[in-house]
């Protein structure tokens, strides 16, 4: 099993649709846990940080289940400004490091 | 607060050349991260360090790779002897400690021709 796992999609949805991602990790000891966002070419932008049982920001609200080893992203009423791509992002073990999924490619059409 | 500044933004090398990738991380972070980016991939993870120490350095290829973070001036990223498939975007993050977010610097884009 990957570390952090993402559907690469693309996900194409028209503007005001609200969608979901999940993403799922490997590694039951990652503490912290995060989204990104990236524009193309561009370096990778905090989005959310997820604690615990998750948390909300305007549009968006991230959820995190410890059970089942996933946590998902929430974009309610999309804009076309939306449109990038959004990384799942776990705090590594005793390294410490940061691990990226892959990401998940959305596209919000007008 | 500056954030977290690399440069070169792009930089040219020929097979075989040395390239030296910086990164200077935002005030009152000790933590430094590196990663790969080929076109149409994921961030891919190379090395953690903080001040004076290499902690994490399993994703970095053993030979022609090296990385530092001394006690004064910014992270370096050394390639030596670059081929082709080194061409990628090399990214930098820095973070005030372990377990809580870290902020990008805008890249350094290397070409090897």
């Known amino acids: 099993r990957k570390e952090v796992e993402q559907d690469p999609g693309p996900f194409n949805v028209p503007e005001g649709a609200t969608v979901a991602f999940n993403c799922t990790y490997s590694?039951?000891?990652?503490?912290?846990f995060f989204w990104y966002r990236q524009d193309c070419r561009k370096e990778p932008k905090l989005l959310m940080s997820?604690?615990?049982s998750g948390n909300e920001d305007g549009r968006f609200t991230a959820q995190l289940n410890r059970a089942s080893q996933y946590i998902s992203l929430l974009i309610r009423d999309s804009k076309l400004s939306d449109s990038a791509t959004y990384l799942c992002?776990?705090?590594?073990?005793?390294?410490?490091?940061?691990?990226f999924g892959k990401g998940t490619k959305l596209s919000v059409k007008p | 607060n500056a954030g977290v500044m690399q440069n070169p933004r792009h930089l040219v090398r020929r097979r075989g050349q040395e390239a030296r990738l910086r990164c200077s991380p935002m005030?009152?972070?000790?933590?430094v991260y590196w990663y790969r980016q080929l076109p149409e991939e994921g961030l891919k993870f190379m090395v953690y360090?903080?001040?004076?120490?290499?902690?994490?350095e399993s994703g970095m290829p053993k030979e022609r790779f090296s990385a530092e973070f001394p006690k004064e001036g910014p992270s370096i990223l050394r390639i030596q002897q670059v081929v082709r498939g080194d061409s990628a975007a090399y990214f930098c993050?820095?973070?005030?400690?372990?377990?809580?977010?870290?902020?990008f610097g805008q890249g350094t884009r290397l070409t090897v021709v």
């Open positions: 993050a820095s973070s005030p400690r372990q377990n809580t977010e870290a902020f």
């Open positions: 590694n039951s000891a990652s503490q912290s």
């Open positions: 997820v604690y615990s």
């Open positions: 992002v776990r705090y590594g073990g005793s390294q410490g490091n940061l691990i």
């Open positions: 005030k009152g972070h000790s933590h």
């Open positions: 360090l903080q001040k004076e120490n290499i902690i994490d």
